[in-house]
């Protein structure tokens, strides 16, 4: 058996024999070299050129002794993919023969011609030049295609004045702004064992599957990842029977070569079910630190899609690829620990414990209340647009789900005049929190929550399923550090911390209680009361990506180092430009396929209606023709319509294209184009319901959802 033809292996064998792992390291690397990239990697050091050459070899040899001959920094720049510039091993030696060399620097430190990159201004494009320096928090890996086998490693992405160009830096100096200010609270509570706080993310991916020669016969699916057009079956999802369903064999055969390929890279595939919808499934993987868990996502939607073509299958991760039936999320489970193995988000086992963890809890309750415009724009693209607020995913406003008990808990720390309940001890003691054990279990599950309490997390469950993970946890973590900052300089003032902690619960529960809800997120009582809660309702992408350089975010961010105020801006402009060039394939699209596709079938089955009923006359003048001349009447008038819905979807995106700056071009294309582009789609879905199926230009949504 070959190194890579693991295939019949034993899964302990096979799994991560693709990735530069802690263990790898710890087999390959002389000790002293360990120990010290196990500093860099916790933050206790900076890595040296020494360190990074012996590094350099031991993963050279790895990957060619796996069969690699090329490597790659592999970048999360900000077209919403990954990049990566192909490099080989060898290296002339003068006598017409190479040599197989990697060194420290080529490890360290790559340099992409970045001028085709988005940069929102951070640069001109004339100024190419951009660097990707490595992560050494996240395990480097092989990549195994027809073509060969690389060696790929994770990297930042940054210009020549060190701007963020990528979702990568940010994270990580969220995720140091949050250690830094959790640190803080943990040593005012008396904390001595633990050195460090991390965050932690498990992200549940749903996607779609459709035969590959459908999709390759529609040009929406192709060119947008959705289907722009597109009448339902007779059946959709009403009968609840593909949720949890049995998995069919063509189906379970993609997951099992899915699987086999994650667990090769030592991605912790652990969950696969079918979801709601029809041919809708989803794949969850196993908590990892946020900054691997973002890679690791990434690496999750690129092989579901590498994987699904050796299927015949095209995996689709558009967050509405059919109207009419669910559209497809990403759940974000968040959670805060530190690196002694404590989860600052689940209750303990003694008082102590108990208040800790609610001190946490209201952090994040304060976190979400104070910035839940950024945190809204962090799940904001065009695909979500037609998701949020439509009864299948949580609403565009924000709120907390935290159950009935852990409420009531609150509630009475909050309010010392209220009933205690029964089964609740003394919740404050002469100033001092007696809280007793709680229930790891304190919640059940709410379907129509954005933010909910599961127990030891938070699910976050607005992530377009398309994006990554990154950028939503860069806000979490950057507002949970702003305000374990405010809760830190209060403690570290206090002569008795433990008598203040209560105290700020209670405070920060009473002020920003608003923001909870565990009701039905679905209900237009929701959406009322919101309002008259004064929570944000923020329902398009266009309203959403401003936030991010409102004054409390440009304040926010700057003050914890995540992104300087120009960056801030920079990616405004870029997720502004994304959102209208987005619509403006959208568009485009469907007003070909509606000229050059549906009218001309439209205007086929005139002519064949029009001479059936021509044909009858001929026969006999007797013969009732009133039905089918009602027939031919509506499908001409919709074929009317159709055209003059181009017409209009035409002048709506010329329209648009002329109108400059970021976000006005962007806002003239949510209201003019899109509600053009919705317009057209009704006629064109009515005429295919009348139109015989043999005469319509592309595959249907019973092809595409049923047959498999």
């Known amino acids: 058996m070959t190194p890579l033809d693991m295939s019949e292996a034993p899964l302990p064998e096979l799994y991560g024999i693709n990735a530069f792992s802690d263990a790898v390291m710890k087999q390959r690397l002389p000790k002293s070299i360990y120990k010290a990239i196990r500093e860099v990697q916790e933050g206790n050091a ?26 790659t920094h592999w970048f999360q720049p900000l077209t919403g993919l990954t990049a990566e510039k192909h490099d080989s091993f060898i290296s002339p030696t003068g006598d017409g023969r190479v040599m197989m060399e990697f060194s420290g620097k080529e490890l360290i430190k790559g340099e992409p011609d970045a001028s085709s990159f988005p940069s929102g201004g951070l640069r001109a494009t004339f100024e190419a030049r951009g660097y990707t320096a490595w992560d050494t928090t996240s395990p480097a890996f092989l990549k195994e295609d027809s073509t060969g086998v690389t060696l790929y490693i994770p990297t ?73 057009f597109g009448c339902l079956p007779a059946k959709g999802q009403e009968m609840e029977d593909h949720y949890f369903g049995a998995l069919k064999e063509r189906v379970s055969a993609f997951m099992r070569e899915l699987n086999m390929e994650l667990w090769k890279l030592g991605i912790s595939a652990k969950t696969q079910h079918n979801e709601v919808a029809p041919n809708q499934f989803e794949i969850a993987c196993i908590f990892d630190t946020s900054n691997v868990a973002s890679d690791t996502n990434q690496l999750v939607m690129e092989t579901l899609g590498r994987v699904a073509l050796r299927h015949n299958l095209v995996a689709l991760l558009h967050e509405k690829p059919f109207a009419g039936v669910n559209g497809s999320g990403k759940h974000n489970n968040w959670s805060i620990a530190t690196d002694d193995g404590i989860n600052l988000l689940e209750p303990g086992e003694n008082p102590r414990q108990n208040a800790r963890f609610l001190l946490f809890l209201a952090a994040a309750i304060r976190a979400v209340d104070e910035y839940a415009p ?23 406003i924000i709120s907390i789900f935290l159950g009935d008990q852990l409420t009531e808990v609150l509630e009475e720390l909050a309010d010392e005049t209220k009933e205690k309940h029964a089964d609740i001890s003394s919740l404050l003691e002469t100033g001092v929190a007696t809280l007793p054990k709680l229930p790891k279990d304190l919640t059940d599950r709410n379907r129509t929550s954005p933010f909910a309490f599961t127990g030891n997390k938070f699910e976050f469950r607005m992530v377009p399923s398309s994006e990554s993970v990154a950028g939503p946890n860069v806000v979490l973590n ?46 237009n009582e929701w959406l009322a009361e919101a309002e008259r809660r004064g929570l944000p309702n923020i329902t398009s992408t266009v309203e959403a990506i401003p936030q991010i350089i409102s004054e409390a975010s440009v304040e926010l961010f700057d003050r914890h180092k995540v992104f300087r105020s120009e960056e801030l801006h920079s990616r405004s402009e870029i997720y502004l430009e994304k959102y209208a060039k987005q619509i403006n ?39 009732a023709v009133e039905d089918h001349l009602a027939l031919l009447k509506e499908v001409n008038d919709t074929a009317l319509f159709l055209k003059r819905g181009c017409d209009k979807l035409a002048d709506a995106i010329a329209r648009a294209r002329g109108v400059s700056g970021c976000e006005a071009n962007a806002r003239a294309y949510r209201e003019l184009v899109f509600p053009a582009m919705q317009e057209l789609r009704l006629h064109a ?24």
């Open 478 to 523: 950057t507002a949970m550090a702003e305000i374990l900052r405010r809760f830190a300089d209060d403690l570290e003032k206090a002569k008795e911390p433990q008598k203040l902690i209560p105290l700020l619960i209670a405070e920060t529960y009473r002020k920003h209680k608003r923001i909870i809800f565990n009701g039905n997120g679905y209900s």
């Open 585 to 623: 394939i959208e568009g485009s699209i469907s007003l070909e396929m509606a000229l050059t596709e549906i009218y001309p079938a439209a205007m086929e089955y005139i002519r064949r209606l029009s001479g059936s009923i021509d044909a009858l006359r001929r026969v006999s003048t007797s013969l």
């Open 374 to 396: 950024i945190l809204r724009m962090s799940a904001a693209n065009a695909g979500n647009d037609h998701r949020l607020g439509a009864n299948e995913a949580p609403p565009a």
């Open 685 to 708: 879905d009515k005429l295919e319901s009348l139109i015989p199926r043999e005469l319509w230009p592309f595959p249907s949504y019973e092809e595409l959802l049923f047959r498999l």
């Open 156 to 228: 930042a992405f940054v210009s020549y004045h060190g701007e963020a160009l990528d979702k990568k830096v940010p994270l990580l100096r969220s995720m140091e702004a949050l250690n830094r200010q959790a640190m803080r609270i943990l040593h005012a509570l008396g904390n001595t064992s633990s050195k460090r706080v991390i965050t932690t993310v498990g992200a549940e991916q749903e996607y779609f599957l459709v035969d590959k020669g459908y999709a390759d016969k529609r040009s929406d699916l192709m060119l947008t990842g959705r289907t722009v």
């Open 46 to 71: 900076d890595l040296t050129l020494e360190v990074a050459e012996v590094v350099a070899n031991a993963m050279k040899d790895w990957a060619i002794e796996r069969g690699a001959t090329h490597y």
